[in-house]
């Protein structure tokens, strides 16, 4: 079996090719994830994830991480944290425990500063200008980091990290670090995360469906597009269209898949493999999903850069 990885949008890349060249010098899934994940939080050029993440109505920057370890189904998560460095760290030292797992607030920075992890104030000068511009307006980005990473030994984890809806409420607390929703992992079938609208994405559980789904026998793409449409239309048959929502796969054979029930853009992953990394765009037409590599066209646009 070969080792490989899965990350959300491109802002992933980079920490992607970092956590894939620790999987294949023999690193822990887990390892190969914080790396990666750690790559985007520490990038203030993205403004949804970690030092220079959307700050909430307040002005404030909280965040929200998570890791499961598919071997031993072992969870740790933080929500609303303030100025940890790499929550990330966090969520991976909590799953190491048999109680007290997920962590809010106060009590999760208590807990990072008990292990010795790193502090900073994470507004950049980029996002408090941001911020200080979007108040005026309506709030429409949300984008979480999500990683899975499949061992040369069949072992399997799933890391995510965000800074949640833009110009949220203090205190909200999206899918991102809830097990079964924005993520979920079990190496004897797969792991699966979800990024996108957090409050119509945790209504469906989705992550935990798509790997229950796997369990049955579907392929990752398979279950992708099953969990997700499914979903969506049961949430508009009671009058609550679902917004954007995204998800990504990858199985104990290192076979990955994805969808998305946006139209208007396609939703980017990046995949490391034996063979190389590469860009791909899931698309949605209305009626089918495609996945395919990204054209240069794409790639060379720099209004693509920070997704």
């Excluded at 061992?151 to 800074?163: L, Q």
């Excluded at 995204?246 to 990046?270: C, E, S, W």
Aim: hydrophobic fraction near 40%; glycine fraction near 12%.
């Amino acid at each position: 079996m070969q080792a490989r990885m899965i990350g959300t949008w491109r802002m992933a890349h980079e920490g992607v090719i970092l956590g894939y060249q620790l999987l294949q010098a023999g690193s822990s899934p887990r390892q190969a994830i914080e790396r990666a994940i750690m790559d985007v939080e520490d990038n203030p050029q993205y403004r949804s994830v970690g030092y220079g993440g959307l700050p909430n109505r307040d002005g404030v920057v909280e965040l929200d991480a998570a890791f499961m370890d598919g071997d031993n189904l072992r969870f740790g998560a933080v929500m609303s944290t303030r100025n940890i460095k790499n929550p990330i760290l966090a969520a991976g030292l909590l799953s190491e425990r048999r109680q007290n797992i997920l962590l809010a607030g106060g009590g999760a920075e208590e807990f990072a500063v008990l292990n010795g992890l790193t502090f900073q104030n994470m507004l950049s000068p980029k996002a408090k200008e941001y911020w200080l511009k979007q108040r005026k307006g309506d709030a429409e980005s949300h984008d979480t980091v999500c990683v899975i990473a499949l061992s040369d030994t069949g072992s399997m984890a799933v890391g995510t990290s965000t800074s949640g809806l833009d110009l949220k409420e203090p205190g909200r607390v999206g899918d991102t670090p809830l097990v079964g929703s924005g993520l979920y992992g079990d190496s004897m079938y797969g792991c699966a995360a979800a990024t996108g609208s957090g409050e119509d994405i945790m209504k469906g559980c989705l992550s935990f469906e798509i790997v229950r789904l796997l369990k049955q026998g579907l392929t990752p793409q398979e279950a992708c597009e099953k969990a997700l449409f499914e979903h969506r239309d049961q949430m508009q048959k009671r009058g609550c269209p679902a917004e954007s929502m995204h998800v990504l796969a990858m199985d104990k054979q290192g076979l990955f898949g994805a969808a998305t029930t946006r139209n208007t853009a396609p939703f980017p992953y990046i995949i490391a493999t034996e063979a190389g990394v590469e860009i791909c765009l899931c698309q949605y037409d209305g009626r089918i999903v495609t996945n395919e590599k990204a054209s240069r066209q794409w790639l060379d646009d720099p209004a693509n850069a920070a997704h």
